[in-house]
């Protein structure tokens, strides 16, 4: 396998990962699940996001999503799927991706060979990606690819995510952090979804989100303070590396030149992305 620099895949992934995640913030995204009759965020982001499983039940999603409080995805799952086929919203999210692409970076520059460039990386990144004990990457690798270049390159930026995020998942496990100590832990970082997004989309309570920093505390992973302590510190600086070591084949299979290069042109598009307000303001931070 090739040696690739500290870090880089993870630079990578930093940089691939939203380009698909853009999506379930898009006004696009919500115009086309209402468009088949599914209308509430939650039902919608459950729907979009499961549906490569099939009309799997909430028992699945929530072990699958993690973080997501499972009375509230029984709240929508499986109802959702009397509402439409998972194969329904799979083309309905399609439609969303491409819609939402061409609004942001404009049909000129997605005919461009920086994009199928990058289509071209990121594909052959997901070559190396495995499906075992990874039900969410694995539901989008049987998946056909799309044919254009900029949908090629979101599906691919699909299966980079999932196939990371599912390996996280076993890291959080281990680490012994239940989904609200995850989240609580994640956003001491500063790096993570801020307190108001966690409550208004994961279904859990302000007492749930106190209570969980109230164990990280008697763990002795968080300060009086809400700041992390250095065992804290260290906790999430070791997830994040044995979650490198479980992804890591994708970008050694791609390489150290292909990585940057695809490091270079993904974080050229994110940065355009962010610019055209693909994310909103408040979403990350500790407050």
């Known amino acids: 396998m090739t040696s690739l620099p500290p870090r880089a895949g ?5 940089a691939v990962n939203p380009l698909h995640s853009m999506v379930y913030f898009s006004k696009d995204m919500t115009e086309e ?3 088949v009759g599914i209308k509430d965020p939650s039902a919608a ?3 979009a996001r499961a549906a490569a499983m099939g009309p799997v039940g909430p028992g699945v999603v929530t072990a699958t999503f993690y973080n997501f409080k499972h009375d509230l995805v029984a709240r929508w799952v499986p109802d959702v799927w009397n509402t439409a086929s998972p194969e329904t919203v799979l083309a309905a999210r399609l439609r969303a ?3 939402t692409w061409r609004r942001l970076f404009g049909d000129e520059a997605l005919a461009t060979d920086a994009i199928a460039e990058a289509a071209e990386l990121a594909l052959r990144a997901a070559e190396a ?3 075992q004990a990874k039900p969410l990457y694995a539901a989008h ?6 044919e254009e270049p900029h949908l090629a390159y979101w599906h691919a930026a699909t299966l980079l995510r999932e196939h990371r995020g599912d390996g996280h998942l076993a890291v959080l496990l281990a680490a012994g952090l239940d989904p609200v100590e995850a989240l609580y832990s994640h956003t001491a970082t500063g790096k993570g979804i801020s307190p108001k997004w966690i409550l208004n989309t994961r279904g859990w309570n302000r007492e749930e989100w106190d209570d969980a920093g109230a164990r990280l505390r008697e763990r002795g992973l968080l300060g009086a303070d809400g700041e992390l302590t250095d065992e804290g ?3 999430r600086r070791d997830i994040e590396t044995e979650t490198d070591r479980l992804d890591a084949a994708p970008y050694e299979h791609l390489g150290a030149a292909g990585v940057e290069r695809l490091t270079e042109l993904a974080g050229g598009h994110l940065a355009q992305a962010f610019t055209e307000g693909a ?3 408040d979403l990350l931070g500790k407050d």
């Open 10 to 14: 993870r630079r990578c992934h930093n």
């Open 141 to 146: 690798a049987d998946l056909p690819v799309p």
């Open 279 to 281: 994310f909103p303001h």
């Open 233 to 235: 510190v260290a906790l």
């Open 45 to 47: 982001y459950f729907a």
């Open 129 to 131: 990606c495995t499906r």
């Open 97 to 99: 991706a491409d819609r």
């Open 33 to 35: 699940l209402a468009g």
